[in-house]
């Protein structure tokens, strides 16, 4: 009896402990999710205070709109994108790092400064320095013959699109060096040793030795970076705002205009399940991989 009257004492106090944390993650994430369900549903408007029960209606509204596969399309093409390129680099600026012995500390710093800064400072700066009128970059290239005039980053639909795109690797690549250099560092050096003895060559230990041990880090990080890039709302409509012509309108930023600019609180509801659909989906065939890449390790 005593023994379990003190183990309940004791998760009563665990409860009680972990209970401020369960409350707000109650009020910051299941009623925003519970409500944006419930509203799917209905006719909410943002001025109109009365509304009603709709059904699928608003789902079968964005599933035969054209705009929304247009924006779906391209939240796909800025995600996958975006996603490939800091890898590239992230990974790239990792094994240049880990081979550095004097200086890391100073190099890593340096390198982690695009992070360090807020999402809407790197918006304006880069507004600023690739602005079409009087642009530090646009100017230097018609200075040193690049261009003939000014290019117009921001405007020019052929270029808008992969300006954003450099711009968001610029700005997420330092994450995944970070993570993927400290993966790196927990390599044992007598497996490097070993493999060398045996006459393998670089790649070979690339291969067989650091992409085994680092494969569950990266795996973990294309989850989450793959949750981020898709979601990304606020560097693009920082920038373009969807422009020009939609071209750079993300699922995201479809919702909000939805929402905020047609006021239709309903839809833009049901965007954002159908985008929280997606994102469950993609996260579930990843947690198998790595699930799959774990039980080869043990």
């Not at 109650?26 to 009603?52: A, D």
């Amino acid at each position: 009896m005593v023994k379990n009257k003190r183990m309940i004492q004791k998760r009563t106090t665990e409860l009680l402990f972990i209970f401020p944390a369960l409350l707000i993650i109650g009020l910051l994430l299941l009623y925003p999710v519970l409500s944006s369900i419930y509203y799917s549903f209905t006719s909410k408007h943002l001025i109109k205070q009365s509304y009603k029960f709709v059904g699928f209606k608003n789902y079968s509204m964005i599933l035969m709109d054209l705009e929304f596969y247009r924006a779906l399309f391209t939240s796909l093409k800025w995600t996958l994108v975006s996603l490939f390129g800091q890898l590239l680099i992230g990974f790239t600026a990792a094994l240049a790092l880990n081979r550095i012995k004097k200086g890391q500390g100073f190099f890593r710093t340096v390198l982690i400064i695009p992070w360090a800064f807020p999402t809407i400072v790197i918006a304006l700066v880069w507004k600023w320095i690739l602005n079409g009128v009087s642009g530090f970059i646009p100017h230097m290239l018609v200075k040193i013959g690049v261009c003939s005039t000014l290019p117009q980053f921001y405007s020019d639909p052929r270029l808008v699109f992969g300006t954003l795109v450099f711009i968001n690797i610029w700005f997420g690549f330092p994450l995944i060096m970070v993570n993927v250099l400290s993966a790196l560092q927990t390599v044992p050096k007598e497996q490097y040793e070993a493999a060398e003895i045996d006459g393998a060559s670089k790649w070979q230990s690339f291969l067989l030795i650091t992409i085994p041990h680092i494969r569950i880090i990266v795996g973990l990080l294309v989850v989450l970076r793959t949750i981020w890039i898709f979601n990304n709302f606020d560097l693009v409509y920082l920038i373009t705002g969807g422009g020009p012509a939609n071209i750079t309108a993300t699922v995201p930023i479809y919702a909000y205009n939805l929402g905020w600019g047609l006021k239709q609180l309903g839809g833009s509801s049901a965007v954002t399940i159908i985008l929280l659909l997606i994102l469950i989906s993609l996260s579930i065939l990843y947690f198998r991989l790595l699930n799959k890449w774990e039980k080869e390790d043990a």
